[in-house]
């Protein structure tokens, strides 16, 4: 079974820093994609970033890119999102989701209905 635990979420001052980090357990294969969403109030989960754990290959939301940086310990089966010079219009719960052997061109753009495994959310809260 596979399964997703997110965590690293809190309160901070607009320009300080957090590292959510998503533990996963469970895939079959050592090939899989992570991807960061993020959730206000009011409006649809959008896409942060997302990693390739075979290749390593990231992508990032224009909003975030400069800012935030996702990596992988592919020893420790982790996922990080260190996140630097947040805005308060970071504030969201972030929610790490999997899949099992992405496409070749895995990135944002690959469909959020389509990611089977989903962790619970951690709020980010960005004081202005």
């Known amino acids: 079974e596979v399964q997703l635990q997110a965590s690293g979420g809190g309160l901070v001052q607009a320009g300080g820093s957090l590292r959510l980090s998503c533990a996963v357990s469970?895939?079959?294969?050592?090939?899989?994609?992570i991807g960061w969403f993020r959730q206000a109030p009011g409006k649809e989960r959008e896409g942060v970033s997302c990693i390739s754990s075979s290749d390593g290959v990231t992508d990032y939301a224009h909003s975030v890119k400069g800012r935030f940086t996702i990596s992988i310990d592919n020893a420790k089966n982790t996922v990080y999102l260190q996140m630097n010079s947040l805005k308060p219009e970071d504030t969201a719960v972030y929610y790490c989701?999997?899949?099992?052997?992405?496409?070749?061109?895995?990135?944002?753009?690959?469909?959020?209905?389509?990611?089977?495994?989903w962790g619970q959310g951690t709020q980010v809260t960005v004081s202005s």
């Open positions: 989701a999997g899949i099992a052997r992405p496409p070749l061109n895995y990135g944002l753009g690959y469909p959020i209905r389509e990611y089977d495994y």
């Open positions: 469970g895939f079959t294969y050592v090939d899989y994609g």
